[in-house]
């Protein structure tokens, strides 16, 4: 714009009313600041999307079941891993067993190919070699699994449908009195879960009360995970008898 067009415009805003010129000054900064306000907004946004979407390092819980010599130089180890968060993945793991003076030890590091849904658990076997040829002594396990993924959710505390529930206490005393309840859940094989199982008399009164960790089977029956899972508890005849019902309860 040329000089003298800017000095005619000056004078036109000199000879305007105090209240006009107000709002010419008004409309010109919300027009010198509106392409800074849009621009930060979506400069904002983009960011919050590229953070929500970033992948982290994520570890999964993993828990040793059992251990046995192959050969005097090879271990074979049972472990499990569980994806405690809602997506499907595919943990890379380092498996590690020794006796406790570190004479006898082996370790190896391997990609889970098979994807692990959310809240499942996945038991794997892998073969360790172990040095000096002291399979047999290597009794002590540790590892641990991660996966760069962009779940940061998790299932925990979720409560799950439960159905089929039936009495499996003992209904005559050859082995002992005590009860427990039979039941399914609607998740996938070895999805473990905590459950609470109360057991009712004939006017739903609370007559006893367990909990244990909880585990999936193939047709969603879920059976005590570990060698303390209550899920069947010593009793009296009495009591096993008074039984009528029982209120089941299980969250992820």
Do not use: H
């Not at 800017?6 to 000199?14: D, I, Q």
């Not at 529930?165 to 998740?187: L, P, R």
Request: hydrophobic share 35%.
């Amino acid at each position: 714009m040329s000089m003298d067009k800017l000095k005619a415009l000056w004078t036109k805003f000199l000879s305007l009313k105090k209240w006009q010129k107000i709002v010419v000054v008004i409309l010109l900064l919300s027009l010198v600041s509106a392409p800074f306000n849009g621009g930060g907004g979506t400069s904002e946004t983009s960011s919050e999307d590229s953070s929500s979407s970033q992948s982290v390092e994520r570890s999964y819980p993993v828990s040793y079941v059992r251990s046995a010599a192959v050969n005097p130089a090879t271990l074979s180890v049972v472990f499990k891993v569980t994806n405690d968060g809602t997506e499907p993945v595919k943990p890379s793991c380092t498996i590690r067993m020794q006796d406790s003076s570190g004479t006898y030890k082996g370790y190896d590091i391997f990609e889970i190919t098979d994807p692990i849904e959310g809240s499942q658990t996945k038991q794997v076997i892998v073969q360790l070699t172990i040095t000096n040829e002291g399979a047999e002594y290597a009794d002590q396990f540790s590892g641990e699994c991660t996966a760069t993924t962009t779940d940061t959710g998790t299932n925990a505390g979720k409560s799950v449908v439960i159905s089929d529930i039936e009495n499996f206490s003992a209904t005559e005393g050859s082995e002992g009195w005590y009860w427990g309840a039979s039941f399914k859940a609607n998740q996938k094989p070895m999805t473990q879960m905590d459950c609470v199982v109360k057991a009712l008399d004939k006017d739903g009164k609370v007559i006893g009360e367990t909990s244990y960790r909880g585990n999936t089977l193939n047709d969603g029956t879920v059976i005590g995970y570990g060698s303390d899972a209550q899920s069947l508890v010593d009793s009296t005849k009495s009591m096993v008898l008074s039984i009528k019902s029982f209120d089941v309860n299980c969250t992820l």
